[in-house]
């Protein structure tokens, strides 16, 4: 079974493969011993490539959403204990490593940890889940479906001034407050319940200038109202350390983002950790201030020509990687 049979085609998943195979095969080609945390399972696209391609590495998976999970499951099944399914967001990372796993002995570090975020195809693809713009559905956007606020929610109780916040904090939209007046104005008259409507409001709050040429005029508004619903960024900002925390010497993060507010978050981090925390100005560093990770990837790497004509959801990934290079030192800063 290919990893395109279940109908979901991961992106960029050959260059996921090349940059995670050092921290992979550094005491093994076939990757024995080795343990790579997909922290967004999703389908689990890039879970059994890994799996193939690694004859012996062992794939941990999180997920929030439970159908995913139970995709995945099917998906990874012909590979026995060496992949494991477990319910939880990408930040709880720390949590999942510290229960059972699935694994024959105790986790107290890994090799690689994969990052592939916001929505995924299969969630995309699902009409009534309400993240797609295109279709008529329910105002729900809930990763995980047992999450108490909808995206309806959000649209019927936020004030202007919250709802305009997230507007233009989450979807950098330029016309934020006038959509949210707009929003405020016809929830007044009936509840906002499916996309449909909103999409309707949104064409007729947004100047037919901006329409014809900044995109569809929903895709800053879903994206914003989705990043609310499930708290992605603040998660995010929790995971990522945890992440490069839980690293073995020679490890490697890999994160694929699909937007700006991710990508710049992940850049952030990276180069925090890749920082030498002596003094400035001094003629040499002092010790136990070099750094600890270094950056693998120059920039973010973007899908090709060829993958992106392929498969046009590669178009806007943002991929970065970065390795462990030594461990943290008693008491030290990381």
Known sequence: ?????????????????????????????????????????????????????????????IDRDGAARSQAAERLAPFGERASVNAGR???????????????????????????????????????????????????MRMNPDDPVTAADILNTYSHGDLARVLSDY????????????????????????????????????????????GHPAKRTFQALRIEVNGELDSLRAALPAALDALAVGGRVVVMSYQSLEDRIVKREFTKRTRSSSPAGLPVELP????????????????????????P?????????????APDTEGGEQ
């Open 171 to 214: 979807g950098e939209e330029r016309f934020a407050g006038r959509i949210a007046s707009a929003v405020i104005a016809a929830r007044r008259d009936e509840p906002f319940t499916t996309s449909g409507r909103l999409v309707e409001l949104l064409y007729a709050a947004i100047p037919a200038a901006t329409r014809r040429t900044g």
């Open 1 to 61: 079974m290919s990893s395109g049979d279940h109908g979901h085609v991961p992106v960029m998943a050959d260059r996921i493969v090349e940059l995670l195979a050092p921290a992979v095969t550094s005491e093994s080609p076939t990757g024995e011993g080795a343990v790579v945390v997909d922290a967004t399972l999703g389908a689990g696209g890039h879970a059994e490539l890994l799996l193939r391609t690694f004859s012996e590495l062992t794939v941990v998976g």
């Open 90 to 140: 990408y930040d709880e990372l720390a949590r999942v490593l510290a229960g059972p796993v699935g694994l024959d002995r105790e986790l107290t570090e890994v090799d690689g940890v994969l990052f592939d975020l916001g929505v995924s195809s299969m969630q995309l693809d699902q009409r009534n889940r309400g993240f797609a713009y295109a279709v008529d559905a329910p105002l729900d």
């Open 288 to 311: 136990g201030t070099a750094p600890r990770f270094s950056l693998v990837t120059r920039g973010a790497e973007q899908a090709s020509e060829a993958e992106v004509e392929a498969n």
């Open 313 to 325: 959801r590669s178009a806007p990934a943002r991929v970065r990687a970065i390795e462990r290079i």
